[in-house]
């Protein structure tokens, strides 16, 4: 049973976790969410020893920061393929050929310069406000969004890909067990409350308009759509906890 847990920690970080990984892909997607959790509570830590110097920006940085050497930066990488493929493509076919290409475009580039200058700057205020459960809240949603995905849409690619073996095992037993998980780990970090519903409700609106925007435009879902939903999930939560708590 955490033969699945061991994959998620590999597949969503660099961390040298131990034991044997699923012989199934798709199990692995039950425990995202506890992933999510495990990385949100590394993420947070150095920022909340950064904080007590009075240094909100930092803190803030060191998030990221944390981030992207956890995770290799990979969701990030995602985005950027995505934002070239989908914008920068004239069709489907040309789309996932962009996409494939290991460099990056200049809508990558615009789309990781939007990303984190927004992200640090709802972190700064989510600091300021020591909000750490609710940071790591959009951490464990964020991984819910891929699972959602991945067990509701196909995968795009024909000939395989690096998410694949997730994508095709799929299911929405994957779904609704992920998404259960994860509501249930931030009523855990924010309480029953109106703050708990509007949370779960940002990262559904983000996770469906990704959705919608990758069938259209490729008819349906790669390794980095799901590594783009985790991004903007996770932006879209911290965005709407910021104006909720502190708006």
């Given at each position: 049973m955490l033969c699945g847990l061991v994959t998620a920690m590999r597949t969503l970080s660099v961390l040298p976790v131990p034991g044997r990984e699923t012989r199934h892909f798709s199990d692995a997607l039950y425990w995202f969410p506890f992933a999510g959790l495990l990385l949100g509570i590394l993420l947070v830590l150095p920022a909340m020893l950064a904080v007590r110097l009075a240094w909100p920006e930092l803190s803030a940085a060191l998030v990221l920061l944390s981030g992207v050497v956890l995770t290799r930066g990979m969701h990030a990488d995602g985005?950027?393929?995505?934002?070239?493929?989908?914008?920068?493509?004239?069709?489907?076919?040309?789309?996932?050929?962009?996409?494939?290409?290991?460099?990056?475009?200049?809508?990558?580039?615009?789309?990781?310069?939007?990303?984190?200058?927004?992200?640090w700057v709802v972190l700064v205020k989510l600091v300021e406000g020591?909000?750490?459960?609710?940071?790591?809240?959009?951490?464990?949603?964020a991984r819910v969004a891929?699972?959602?995905?991945?067990?509701?849409?196909?995968?795009?690619?024909?000939?395989?890909?690096?998410?694949?073996?997730?994508?095709?095992?799929?299911?929405?037993?994957?779904?609704?067990?992920?998404?259960?998980?994860?509501?249930?780990?931030?009523?855990?970090?924010?309480?029953?409350?109106?703050?708990?519903?509007?949370?779960?409700?940002?990262?559904?609106?983000?996770?469906?308009?990704v959705g919608w925007l990758s069938m259209r435009r490729i008819?349906?879902?790669?390794?980095?759509?799901?590594?783009?939903?985790?991004?903007?999930?996770?932006?879209?939560?911290?965005?709407?906890?910021?104006?909720?708590?502190?708006?």
């Open positions: 985005l950027a393929d995505m934002a070239d493929g989908f914008f920068g493509g004239r069709d489907r076919e040309a789309r996932l050929r962009i996409m494939k290409d290991p460099s990056v475009g200049s809508f990558g580039v615009l789309a990781l310069v939007m990303l984190y200058l927004l992200k020591e909000s750490w459960t609710v940071i790591i809240a959009g951490i464990v949603l891929q699972v959602a995905l991945a067990s509701m849409l196909p995968y795009a690619r024909s000939g395989g890909g690096t998410a694949s073996g997730f994508v095709s095992g799929a299911g929405a037993l994957h779904g609704a067990v992920a998404f259960l998980a994860g509501a249930g780990l931030l009523l855990l970090l924010t309480g029953f409350s109106l703050l708990f519903v509007t949370l779960l409700a940002s990262f559904a609106t983000v996770s469906v308009l008819g349906g879902v790669t390794g980095d759509v799901l590594g783009a939903a985790s991004e903007l999930s996770e932006l879209g939560v911290w965005c709407v906890a910021a104006c909720f708590l502190f708006g």
